[in-house]
């Protein structure tokens, strides 16, 4: 299946180190996090920034377990062995779609990795479904 596939190996690469930058992402929130809540602890007008504080350290949090329970093995270990056929069949069925989880993680990482933190998994995934190495099936 993939034979030929123009993309295939930066998009192995890229995917098989995605766990390792949602982690890099996530230890610089922390530690952003951690900066920021130390530093604005008892200033009344620092309240405010305080929860943008706690809130990269919460994504931080967030980003780091879903990197090792979710995208290591079931993203990056899959790019590694360039395994196309499962990451493409990887999906979430809602109704007549088949949602790919490797968009949904994507998009979670996105949205607690303040930025970032989504798109060493959203750039192989959006090449595997509109660039791959075949036609992604959208209908269930």
Not at 42 to 67: F, P, Q, R, T
Not at 95 to 108: A, K, Q, Y
Not at 131 to 139: E, I, R, T
Request: aromatic share 18%.
């Amino acid at each position: 299946m993939s034979e030929g596939w123009k993309h295939e190996s930066w998009v192995s690469t890229l995917g098989q180190w995605a766990w390792i930058l949602v982690m890099l992402n996530s230890v610089v929130d922390i530690i952003w996090g951690l900066v920021i809540i130390i530093s604005l602890a008892g200033v009344a007008y620092g309240y405010l920034s305080m929860g943008y504080g706690i809130w990269l350290l919460i994504g931080g949090i967030i980003n780091a377990l879903i990197a090792f329970s979710i995208i290591l093995p079931k993203f990056s270990n899959k790019c590694a062995k360039k395994d196309w056929d499962y990451l493409l069949n990887w999906v979430l069925p809602i109704g007549n779609l088949r949602f790919p989880w490797m968009l949904m993680w994507g998009i979670i990482l996105e949205i607690f990795g303040y930025g970032w933190g989504g798109l060493p998994v959203l750039i192989p995934a959006f090449f595997l479904l509109f660039a791959g190495p075949k036609p992604y099936d959208w209908k269930a």
